[in-house]
T-cell receptor
């Protein structure tokens, strides 16, 4: 079974509107970390936001926020006031409490912001 | 230079060639990683180095040979590759925080990648 599932291969959003990118995960650990990265066409993976499973509040970083629903094992990324520069691939990733440093990535969602 | 740099950005090689990818991090981090990103597949971890020591090898074929001379530099030596090895190779680094919950927050910062084509 996949550990990270991103069910939206592609999404469109109008400039200045908000968009939600879905991510569900599978783990039996009580403690884990969830990350979102942005990958523009240039290739670099840019860290956006982190949510710990033990955090009581949803993470926020500027226009990015996480809609974290632990019971449903979902960690959806919300981008508010979309900008043309937000067009990119977005990846959800998880680190489980195994002592390994590796991140497990989802297959990504391609977001296109339209003017 | 800031962040994580990778050279070359693009590489085309034949199956009999030997080449090396270079990664350098300017963040003072203690861990470095190689990932492979193939078309239509999720990002795959290849190797992890903590304080210059290899701590993870994700069953990578021996035609990929990593080298980490210090905490700031990481190389991936390539020889007798196959066309299916064509991919974007990403390097990352992290502070190596921990243990416990701190370890979970250890954020990885990526370089721009090397786009490799094997003919």
């Amino acid at each position: 079974a996949q550990k990270i599932t991103q069910t939206q291969p592609g999404m469109f959003v109008q400039e200045k509107e908000a968009v939600t990118l879905d991510c569900t995960y599978d783990t039996s650990d009580q403690s884990y970390g969830l990350f979102w990265y942005k990958q523009p066409s240039s290739g670099e993976m840019i860290f956006l936001i982190y949510q710990g499973s033990y955090d009581e509040q949803n993470a926020t970083e500027g226009r990015y926020s996480l809609n974290f629903q632990k019971a449903r094992k979902s960690a959806n990324l919300v981008i508010s006031a979309s900008q043309l520069g937000d067009s990119a691939m977005y990846f959800c990733a998880m680190r489980e409490d195994t002592g390994r440093r590796a991140l497990t990535f989802g297959s990504g969602t391609r977001l296109q912001v339209q003017p | 230079e800031t962040g994580v740099t990778q050279t070359p950005r693009h590489l085309v090689m034949g199956m009999t060639n030997k080449k090396s990818l270079k990664c350098e991090q300017h963040l003072g981090h203690n861990a470095m990683y190689w990932y492979k990103q193939s078309a239509k597949k999720p990002l795959e971890l290849m190797f992890v180095y903590n304080f210059k020591e290899q701590t993870e090898n994700n069953s990578v074929p021996s035609r990929f040979s990593p080298e980490c001379p210090n905490s700031s530099h990481l190389f991936l030596h390539l020889h007798t590759l196959q066309p299916e090895d064509s991919a974007l190779y990403l390097c990352a680094s992290s502070q190596l925080t921990g243990p416990g919950r701190e370890a979970l927050t250890d954020t990885q910062y990526f370089g721009p990648g090397t786009r490799l084509t094997v003919l």
